[in-house]
């Protein structure tokens, strides 16, 4: 099955649902209208469904390799890479003054996503050049940007990040590589580093690794560890790639999907690197990094969902067995019931994905305190919930195949291993829904009820022209209204103890508030069709949620590890 990217569902959201004339409306996206949208990312369909789709199957069942030292990508990757780098596709949203177009990052959101969904392994390595941009455009000196950025946003150069070891992962503070100066303004890094997908590949022509390493006598933890910028080959006064560095890719893990992806373990042995940002400051500029990549990787999980969904979809089709009024499996009720929750919780996903860019945009392009703080809170629901989304989609995309689901050959089984660590890396989904009840709510709640408030507005100038569809979000949107003063009452113990399903009821509050704005504009339509199913039958999950985030910790914490283990 050949993926289609849903260029229809984009516009319908651009249009209806995420707001985005506000952002075409700022002095900065002035030139980045509907028209413009049109065409960028018609391009990129074009690339992805031509050039990346076909990629999917052979990056499983030919992967990467490592032979003498160096990665061996999948036969066609370089091809498909070089065909979105010299579209440009790259980094789109990146700064024009280093050679981006510095469009929206909406636009790029959406690109990323039909990347992902033609095939994720290879859109890995777009993805951590993109937060590299972003990281080195914030954070690094004149020289550095000058070197770097343009080779990154042309695709020439690839980007990754080094944040973990064997004895550190979500505690990063825990890392042991160091880092020492040389006395000529640049530091000798020394250290192994984990997981680092696209660590080396055999069609970019340097590799820039950004590290983080701790300096001689540096506090411990967090507050000691710095950035540094460390390339697979030094460049000249030229800005080429000239000297190997001190640096070797060891191995490469074996992974339960993403076999295109080379996903490397780095020994660095005093490689000659520079610093990023200040001393001490490693975490706030990698966060820069991560931020970018959370938003990178929810759209991830969404775009394997769609490609997930296609392919179920067009089995059931197909696939002729008992008897329906369709002829086909799609015809029997239990079948229909799991498309169309996997097709309106892709649209959730998405919705949140896009909203959560446009606020990105908005901030970026007005300064404001207010649409900063909607993205911020956005991020971690757009990670957790869009790779949830990816996870449990592709699964049904099994069950939808029925036993031959889990034969390899038909290519169900690949989107749910490709997916499965889309919700651990860049901050498992557990850390972006505590992210969310503490450091979100630092506010006070004030981003938080402010959504709350324009989605209960919505909600109640529809009541009575729709009551059907209004009023069950407006009732929900209230029972996340009373949730959140709940939690803002409670410790961090007991907020924790929730904050999973806390973050999932809110998705799905998000999905009531999206899927009502699209319905009420496309009336007598699959559309409406689909948000009626969505508000009736998977909205009122909510509830339960909500229940178990206001349940505190006292009952989960009374289970003592001695009682698990009986």
């Known amino acids: 099955m050949a993926y289609r990217a849903p260029l229809d569902d984009y516009r319908q959201l651009l249009k209806h649902v995420v707001g985005y004339e506000a952002v075409a409306d700022t002095q900065k996206y002035a030139e980045a209208g509907f028209e413009t949208a049109e065409a960028i990312l018609s391009g990129a369909a074009k690339v992805a469904q031509e050039m990346v789709a076909p990629l999917q199957r052979i990056g499983d069942l030919d992967p990467a ?107 990063v503070g825990a890392l042991t590589t160091k880092a020492e100066e040389n006395g000529d303004g640049t530091y000798a890094i020394t250290g192994q580093k984990i997981y680092i997908s696209g660590g080396d590949n055999d069609f970019a022509s340097n590799i820039c690794h950004l590290v983080l390493a701790r300096l001689p ?3 411990s933890g967090t507050k000691g560890i710095s950035l540094f910028l460390v390339p697979k080959l030094i460049p000249d006064d030229n800005g080429n790639p000239a000297q190997p560095n001190s640096l070797k890719v060891v191995s490469l893990e074996h992974k339960l999907g993403l076999h295109g992806s080379a996903t490397c373990v780095m020994q660095y042995d005093g490689a000659k690197g520079w610093l990023i940002g200040e ?14 990549a959370r938003l990178g990787v929810g759209v991830q999980g969404l775009g394997v969902a769609e490609g997930a969904y296609q392919h179920a979809l067009a089995y059931a089709m197909d696939r002729k067995q008992g008897r329906s009024e369709t002829g086909t499996i799609i015809g029997h009720a239990d079948v229909r019931r799991m498309l169309a929750g996997m097709k309106a919780d892709i649209f959730v996903a998405r919705s ?27 991020t971690p629901i757009t990670k957790a919930f869009g790779t949830d989304t990816g996870v449990d989609v592709a699964s049904a995309g099994v069950q939808v195949h029925g036993g031959m689901g889990f034969i ?67 009732q929900a949107c209230e029972t996340l209204r009373e949730t959140l003063e709940t939690l803002l009452s409670m410790d961090m113990t007991d907020r924790f103890a929730g904050a999973v399903p806390f973050l999932r009821g809110f998705a799905r509050v998000l999905g009531g508030y999206y ?52």
């Open 408 to 474: 390899e050959e038909t290519g169900a089984a690949q989107f749910l291993r490709d997916v499965r660590v889309t919700p651990i890396y860049e901050g498992t989904n557990g850390i972006q829904a505590m992210d969310l009840v503490g450091r979100k709510l630092m506010d006070g709640g004030e981003a938080a009820f402010a959504l709350v408030d324009e989605i209960e507005g919505f909600a109640e100038s529809v009541r009575g022209k729709a009551p059907d569809l209004g009023e069950p979000v407006w």
């Open 65 to 171: 390799r490592l032979e003498n030292g160096v990665v061996r990508t999948p036969k066609g990757f370089a091809e498909g890479y070089h065909a979105i780098a010299e579209g440009g596709w790259v980094a789109i949203s990146a700064p024009e003054q280093y050679g981006g177009m510095d469009l929206p990052i909406t636009l790029t959101t959406i690109v990323n996503e039909m990347i992902s969904g033609a095939c994720v392994s290879l859109n890995l390595t777009t993805l951590m050049s993109q937060g590299q941009i972003e990281a080195l455009e914030h954070h690094a000196s004149d020289a550095i940007k000058e070197m770097y950025i343009p080779k990154l946003i042309s695709g020439e150069w690839c980007g990754t990040m080094n944040l973990t070891e064997p004895q550190a992962g979500s505690d």
């Open 279 to 292: 001393e001490g400051g490693g975490m706030a500029a990698m966060f820069t990094m991560m931020n970018n």
């Open 217 to 219: 006598g540096a506090p």
């Open 515 to 566: 899927h009502l704005r699209a319905a009420l504009a496309e009336p007598d339509s699959a559309t409406e069709r689909l948000a009626r199913f969505y508000i009736t039958r998977i909205l009122p999950e909510h509830m339960g949620l909500f229940a178990h985030a206001k349940a505190g910790s006292e009952t989960l914490m009374a289970l003592s590890p001695d009682d698990l283990a009986a």
């Open 352 to 378: 949140i994905a896009l909203a959560n860019a446009v606020a990105i945009d908005m901030a970026k392009a007005t300064g404001s305190a207010d649409w900063k703080a909607r993205a911020a809170l956005l």
